[in-house]
């Protein structure tokens, strides 16, 4: 995903990345390197790809022809995600052990076929914008058809890329059957939506959905994992099914409630403006719309009903780029620059931050920082702005030092805090309590002091290998370790 020192949005994005919900710490269930596979998922595994969306979303996919058909999950790249029209997305081949790390390779997907109810999405994938050109896949999956029922008592296999990280097997046994689905004893992890489940002789046998969540996966001696998929029979069938009703199209008429449940269709398209009841009007001014009226708010019945409502607050920020030397550096096309607008834009920012803190103490130092920096006119005024408010965000509400603090003030080249080193306090984070809960934060904030001339190459690493192989530390923050280890050619 990133190599060893390399630039500031990737680590950035490493650090916001975080923010997923992870596992309890308890006996971790199997998921094995490529290198442990059987052979004949090797070569299957050939076909599976990482699938990024612009929206900061992944997922697995893998071919099933040899022209660029991809086939992953419809709440992957459904009807909310991909218009008609197609979308933009990046694909990342072979990002598992044993291999060169590779740039992802942003591509074209037109969908073709969709069917909701067995959440499945088959897309033609373009190597350019035009869309005339189809993406060779020499590697590519067979479907074998069978009924759920079918299936029971088979073993099976996963390929995907569990969290979004590297690609990772796991196999188990179909354990039951209703209909069109079945349920199997593979664990899977959010990011392996849309992995192919195999037989043994590597056929396509199913559509990975999900896996099982909350307190019914732990019992009193292991961790008990089950993992949802759709029949390959049906699949098949859903192969030759139009496109639904559901699936947007941008040139459509639409309301302002409807444009906004399709943002990030409209954002992979790279399309800022919808066509609101016959007019074109901006996605990021509709956000901005419904973030001041959630501001205005003060009846919120529940903490999660704050951040629901304060989400196109947020959400705006991925419509909306104002600093010139990221187009250059990206070579994205231009995002909207609210000229006029960036100093209402910051002021929301501020708004939905005391917001969040006056109910529920909750402190969000994104909205003061990285979230401020798409508004700026250059990466390093981005950088100063954020720094400044971060440091007066913090001056105003004194919080007690933690691991999580500390990796957003390295991320902007704050060293002390409240008379502390923050490079001593990350060397020495072992000594802490509970260091563990914090082994993301930690290693991030390595790589940044890495960054900052501030640790040595070999400091850095052993601070990242440590906590990889620290059995306290959880497997969601064992799959990122590794992945940025990946990244930096360790592994």
Request: aromatic content about 8%; overall charge negative.
């Amino acid at each position: 995903m990133m190599r060893f020192g390399s630039t500031r949005p990737a680590l950035a994005a490493l650090l916001l990345a975080a923010c997923a919900e992870e596992l309890p710490n308890a006996d971790p269930p199997e998921l094995f390197d490529l290198d442990r596979a059987p052979k004949v998922m090797q070569e299957a595994a050939k076909a599976v790809v990482r699938v990024s969306h612009p929206a900061g979303t992944s997922g697995t996919g893998s071919f099933i022809s040899p022209d660029g058909l991809l086939l992953t999950n419809a709440h992957v790249l459904g009807g909310e995600t991909c218009a008609r029209e197609g979308c933009e997305i990046a694909l990342t081949f072979q990002h598992q052990r044993g291999t060169l790390n590779l740039p992802a390779r942003t591509v074209y997907a037109v969908p073709q076929h969709v069917d909701i109810g067995l959440d499945m999405a088959a897309l033609q994938i373009f190597v350019d914008e035009a869309k005339t050109q189809r993406l060779p896949s020499p590697y590519f999956l067979t479907i074998e058809p069978h009924t759920a029922l079918e299936l029971l008592g088979q073993h099976v296999n996963a390929i995907g890329h569990p969290l979004g990280r590297l690609k990772k097997w796991s196999s188990g046994v179909v354990i039951d059957a209703e209909g069109e689905w079945f349920d199997t004893s593979i664990f899977s992890l959010p990011g392996s939506s849309g992995s192919p489940i195999l037989n043994d002789a590597g056929l396509l046998v199913g559509l990975l959905h999900r896996g099982a969540q909350g307190v019914d996966l732990i019992t009193r001696t292991s961790t008990q994992v089950t993992a949802i998929a759709s029949a390959s029979a049906d699949l098949q069938r859903g192969l030759t099914a139009p496109l639904p009703s559901t699936i947007v199209s941008l040139a459509a008429p639409l309301s302002a409630d409807e444009a906004l449940s399709h943002a990030d269709a409209f954002l992979a398209a790279s399309t800022w403006k919808a066509n609101v009841d016959g007019q074109p009007l901006s996605l990021a001014w509709l956000m901005g719309t419904d973030c001041d009226e959630a501001l205005a708010r003060d009846d919120f019945d529940s903490v999660e009903e704050l951040q629901s409502a304060l989400s196109p607050c947020f959400k705006a920020l991925s419509f909306l780029e104002c600093r010139t030397d990221v187009y250059e550096q990206t070579r994205s096309r231009p995002r909207e620059c609210p000229t006029d607008e960036r100093a209402t834009w910051q002021r929301r920012l501020q708004a939905a931050f005391d917001k969040q803190l006056l109910l529920n103490g909750s402190l969000d130092l994104s909205a003061v920082s990285f979230s401020l920096e798409p508004l700026a006119d250059t990466q390093a005024a981005a950088e100063q702005t954020a720094r400044t408010n971060l440091l007066a965000t913090l001056d105003r509400v004194e919080p007690r030092l933690d691991f999580s603090i500390a990796s957003y003030l390295i991320a902007y080249n704050v060293f002390t805090y409240d008379n502390q080193d923050l490079r001593d306090v990350i060397l020495g984070y072992a000594k802490a309590p509970f260091y563990e809960r914090n082994a993301w934060e930690i290693t991030t904030s390595a790589f940044w002091l890495y960054a900052a001339d501030r640790l040595s190459r070999e400091q850095t690493l052993t601070i990242a290998k440590d906590l990889y192989r620290d059995g306290k530390v959880t497997l969601g923050a064992r799959l990122r370790i590794e992945d940025l280890l990946y990244g930096s050619d360790e592994l």
